[in-house]
């Protein structure tokens, strides 16, 4: 059956999705600044552990909310509240986040797996080594990470330019992910 909006799980996973990848550019902000680990200052551990597993998550909320909204598909969205060319865009908009949101989420996993310190998910499972230390090889993924979540912004950006525009319009296109 399709209803107007989307089913109440993938409205909850996008929210979430959305939430984790907003704290995950404010942590990694403020992370950044903070001083590296000594003998005597540790406190850097936990918020790049909580960082990492927020993001190792998303490596599987992503497959799932795509799987979720593949299966409960909403009714189309009706030709007088959006264009064709706009049903477009969104698509592509749609796919590129989704694509770069794993490969921000992966390129950091493997960043990490390339340095000294282990991965644990959710101090409850460590993750078994991957890699062994490489400073070039942490350097690349790193790097590839820090492109690929600027992209992300970037794209997150012209998401939500989309969703106030709709908002302001009062299409109803933004009610669909709103409720359920």
């Known amino acids: 059956m399709k209803t107007n909006g ?10 979430i999705l959305a939430v984790s990848i907003f704290f995950l550019f404010i942590s990694s902000w403020w992370m950044l600044g903070l001083p590296l680990p000594t003998k005597e200052i540790q406190f850097r551990a936990f918020p790049f ?3 990492k597993n927020i993001g190792m998550t998303l490596i599987f909320v992503v497959p799932l909310l ?8 909403p009714a189309p969205v009706p030709s007088s509240h959006m264009k064709p060319w706009m049903h477009k865009l969104a698509t592509i908009d749609h796919i590129i986040v ?3 949101i794993l490969v921000t989420c992966i390129s950091g996993y493997l960043s990490s797996a390339h340095t000294k310190w282990d991965t644990t998910l959710w101090w409850l499972v460590d993750l078994p080594r991957v890699a062994a230390a490489n400073d070039d090889m ?9 492109w690929a979540a600027w992209g992300l912004l970037a794209v997150v950006a012209v998401h939500i330019s989309g969703a106030i525009y709709h908002a302001f319009l009062n299409d109803g296109i933004v009610r669909r992910m709103m409720r359920w």
């Open 6 to 15: 989307y089913s109440r799980t993938a409205v909850i996973l996008h929210w």
């Open 49 to 51: 552990q909580l960082h």
């Open 66 to 73: 795509l799987y979720v909204r593949f299966k409960h598909r």
């Open 98 to 100: 989704y694509v770069l």
């Open 138 to 146: 942490n350097e690349l993924f790193s790097d590839i990470h820090l």
